[in-house]
Nanobody, 118 residues
């Protein structure tokens, strides 16, 4: 059974930091591209950051320079370090694992709430 379990969300003041973690089981983690997405109320889910199997990263323009994605293939985890948080970063953050091939396999976590407010 595939499981992606996010943790680390919470309430933080503007300018603060949070570190999200996603623990993955049930797949060969190192063969999956990992991503963090977010969905704010009334908005579509959007990609925040992604990391390939080789460690290459990409970020949404809105978080470049503030967020850092990393993966640990030995621990089957992917992390998102979020600094200089803004109220507009408030959303539910989801972890995603995807492997493309003849059949694309994509898995999602249940999400973790991040609220940036004073």
């Amino acid at each position: 059974q595939v499981q992606l379990v996010e943790s680390g969300g919470g309430l933080v003041q503007p300018g603060g930091s949070l570190r999200l973690s996603c623990a993955v089981s049930g797949i060969i983690f190192s063969t999956y591209v990992m991503g963090w997405y977010r969905q704010a109320p009334g908005k579509q889910r959007e990609l925040v950051a992604g990391i390939t199997t080789g460690g290459m990263t990409n970020y949404a323009d809105s978080v470049k320079g503030r967020f850092t994605i990393s993966r640990d293939n030995a621990k089957n985890t992917v992390n998102l370090q979020m600094n200089s948080l803004k109220p507009e970063d408030t959303a539910v953050y989801y972890c995603n694992a995807v492997r493309r091939g003849m059949m694309t396999q994509s898995y999602w976590g249940q999400g973790t709430q991040v609220t940036v407010s004073s």
